[in-house]
C-alpha cells in the first residue's frame, strides 16, 4: 500500500529568547516555581516584523532541503496553527506565496495544540488516495501573542516556533502507519479563546488564552496515554516495539507521568519542553526535527507522536522511520 513517508524535518524558533528569571522582573512568579511545576526553563518570543507564517517559512525551507524536494513540486501545504495573521487567507496561503510552491493548494487546521497531527493526518489521506504525491505539513505559531502578559496562570507556559515536515509517497514498509484523532467540545471551557466572531458582551471580552490548568493536566495524560495504545494495538504493536515517542511539549510532569502511564524509561519520552515551552501546533514538528537532526531516530524505528489541546482535541500519529 501506498504510505507517506516523513523525507525531511525542519524547525525555527525566534532569536529572542526570554527566561524565567526575565519574567520575575514583571511578573508574581519565580523560576523556581516555574521549573518545578513545569519544567520550563525559557520560552522564544517572535520579533515584531515576524509572524506565524514567516517561523513556517523558515522551518519549511530546512525541511524541503533535507527532503530534496523544491516548493514548485508541492502538491499540499497543510498548517497547523490557531494563531496566522490573517483569519483568511490561511496561513497556508502565506506559506505557499513566500516558499513560492505555485503548484500546491493550502489550507489551515484549527485543532489548538493538536493542530499538528490533526494537519498530518489530512495529509497522509490525501497521500493514500493518490492524487498527492509530495506535501508539506507544518506546527506553527505565536502563542506569546495570544496570552495575558499580566496572568501568571497562563503566560509563563507559552513560546512561538515552527516546525515542519515534507511526506512523499511511498511503497514499502516505512511512513505513517496510521493516525487516530479524537474530539470532545463538552469539555471547551477548560482551555479556549475568544475569537473576532464571538457575539459582543459588555463590557467587551478580551481576546487571552484561558485555561483551567488542573483539569487540563488530568485529561490531558489519559488522554495522550490511551490514544498512543489505541495506535499501536491498531497496529498490532506493542509499546515494547516503540524507539520513541514524541508527546506534545506542554509540561514536563505530563510527559514523566504518560511515560509512567506506558512503562517508558524517560530516554524514550522525548523532551525539548525546557527549551521552548508550550509552542501549540509546533511543538511535535519541532520536537522531531530536533531528534532526527541529533541523531536520536534512525531509519526502521518505530515512533509516536500524540497530542493534545484545546477543544478538546487529541490525537496520534504512529510512524515506521
Ligand atoms: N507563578 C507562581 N505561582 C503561580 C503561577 C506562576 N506562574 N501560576 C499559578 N500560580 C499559583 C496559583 O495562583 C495557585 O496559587 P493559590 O494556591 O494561592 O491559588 C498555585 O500556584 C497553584 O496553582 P495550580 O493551578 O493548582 O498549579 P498546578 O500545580 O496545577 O500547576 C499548571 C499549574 C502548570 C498550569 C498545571 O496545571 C499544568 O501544567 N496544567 C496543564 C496545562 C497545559 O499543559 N496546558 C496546555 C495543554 S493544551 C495546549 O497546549 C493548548
Not at 525559557?42 to 530546512?62: F, I, M, P
Request: hydrophobic share 40%; proline share 3%; glycine share 10%.
Amino acid at each position: 500500500m501506498i504510505k507517506a513517508r516523513i523525507a525531511g524535518t525542519g524547525s525555527y524558533v525566534p532569536e529572542k529568547v526570554v527566561t524565567n528569571f526575565d519574567l520575575e522582573k514583571f511578573l508574581d512568579t519565580s523560576d523556581e516555581w516555574i521549573v518545578s511545576r513545569t519544567g520550563i526553563h525559557q520560552r522564544h518570543v517572535a520579533a515584531a516584523d515576524e509572524n506565524a507564517s514567516d517561523l513556517a517559512t523558515q522551518a519549511s525551507r530546512k525541511a524541503l532541503e533535507m527532503a530534496g524536494v523544491a516548493p514548485e513540486e508541492l502538491d499540499l501545504i497543510v498548517v497547523g496553527t490557531v494563531t496566522g495573521e490573517f483569519t483568511f487567507p490561511s496561513s497556508g496561503c502565506m506559506i505557499q506565496k513566500k516558499l513560492g510552491a505555485r503548484k500546491a493548494f493550502a489550507f489551515d487546521v484549527s485543532a489548538a495544540c493538536s493542530g499538528f497531527i490533526f494537519a498530518l493526518s489530512n495529509a497522509v489521506n490525501y497521500h493514500r488516495l493518490g492524487g498527492v504525491k509530495r506535501s508539506l505539513v507544518i506546527g506553527s505559531e505565536v502563542m506569546t501573542r495570544t496570552v495575558d502578559w499580566k496572568d501568571r496562570n497562563t503566560c509563563v507556559l507559552f513560546g512561538d516556533g515552527a516546525g515542519a515536515v515534507v511526506l512523499v509517497s511511498e511503497e514499502g514498509e516505512r511512513g505513517i502507519l496510521s493516525t487516530h484523532l479524537h474530539s470532545d467540545g463538552n469539555f471547551s471551557e477548560l482551555l479556549y479563546q475568544p475569537g473576532l466572531g464571538a457575539s459582543p458582551t459588555e463590557p467587551p471580552q478580551d481576546h487571552f488564552v484561558k485555561m483551567q490548568g488542573n483539569e487540563v493536566f488530568k485529561v490531558a495524560v489519559k488522554a495522550l496515554s490511551d490514544v498512543a495504545l489505541e495506535a499501536l494495538e491498531a497496529n498490532g504493536l506493542r509499546k515494547e516495539d516503540l524507539k520513541m515517542i514524541f508527546p506534545h511539549q506542554a509540561n514536563k510532569r505530563i510527559l514523566d507521568a504518560i511515560g509512567k502511564r506506558l512503562d517508558l524509561g524517560p530516554e524514550k519520552v522525548f523532551s525539548n519542553v525546557d527549551q521552548v515551552a508550550n509552542t501549540s501546533a509546533a511543538s511535535i514538528p519541532i520536537a522531531l526535527d530536533h531528534a532526527h537532526r541529533g541523531g536520536k531516530i534512525q531509519p526502521g524505528d518505530l515512533i509516536l507522536l500524540n497530542a493534545f489541546g484545546g477543544g478538546l482535541t487529541w490525537g496520534a500519529a504512529l510512524v515506521r522511520w
